[in-house]
């Protein structure tokens, strides 16, 4: 498919032209619109993003590992984010990307117990990081910031549920679209997945990935090439998601 590939290429351009021009304002705007700050008081946001840092991270780059000392927050600025975990007696796997305006990473400051995920730049990234000791000044300072900072494990627990439901679907190809849906949170840009990660994230086969994103392509929802994929109908692949089309 060369002009998909062209269609990527002409993408990842503009997403790096995006992220060389990111300054620290546009950093903060991004910021302040995702679902945990903008539902946060205006002072707070104000505090929490004069302690933070922008830093950029390369592709395949760990930002943290699952079981590394306490930390401080992430915030996803833009590129794109892997999330990966599992239970302590096995691997970690792929279970979501991240997305540009969220936060992660409020565990240790929390419970004051090591990272329980992993989090990764998949095609690299720019983030803001706000340190621990910044996050315990501002508690110290404010009693409040500790249910404000725990309302973000509330945004996170919300997408797991999600992903949870996601994955009780009994057709596969709803499965795939759902993880498909799920990915187009991180904008209108190329996504790169490897139809073996998707396969990661559905519960599903690289074979049966290969079958649902040929008809999806068919349909106009995504378009692909080996290693990355984009997603043109997100609604589309909801509505299929959920139970509208036939079973497959």
Not at 106 to 129: D, I, K, N, S
Not at 216 to 226: C, D, E, K, L, M
Not at 239 to 246: I, L, N, V
């Amino acid at each position: 498919m060369p002009w998909l590939r062209f269609c990527d290429r002409d993408r990842s351009v503009h997403m790096l032209v995006a992220m060389l021009d990111l300054t620290r304002e546009k950093a903060e705007q991004v910021m302040r619109r995702g679902p945990w700050l903008a539902s946060m008081t205006e002072p707070f946001r104000t505090e929490l993003l004069r302690h933070a840092h922008l830093q950029k991270f390369a592709p395949d780059q760990v930002v943290y590992r699952h079981g590394d000392a306490v930390g401080g927050m992430y915030g996803l600025v833009a590129g794109s984010l892997t999330i990966n975990s599992a239970p302590p007696d096995a691997a970690s796997r792929l279970i979501h990307l991240g997305m540009p305006g969220a936060w992660t990473g409020e565990g240790p400051f929390l419970t004051g117990q090591p990272r329980r995920v992993e989090l990764r730049a998949l095609g690299g990234a720019w983030m803001m990081h706000v340190p621990l000791d910044a996050l315990e000044q501002m508690m110290a300072r404010d009693p409040g910031v500790s249910r404000a900072i725990a309302m973000n494990t509330v945004f996170t627990v919300d997408v797991l549920l999600r992903i949870i439901h996601d994955l009780q679907k009994r057709a596969v190809g709803r499965r795939i679209a759902s993880v498909l849906q799920r990915a187009s949170w991180v904008g209108d840009m190329p996504i790169p997945l490897s139809q073996t990660d998707l396969g990661i994230m559905a519960n599903a086969s690289r074979q049966q990935v290969n079958t649902a994103m040929q008809r999806f392509a068919r349909a106009g929802w995504v378009s692909y090439t080996y290693r990355s994929v984009t997603v043109s109908n997100s609604q589309a692949l909801r509505r299929f998601s959920e139970g509208d089309g036939s079973e497959w």
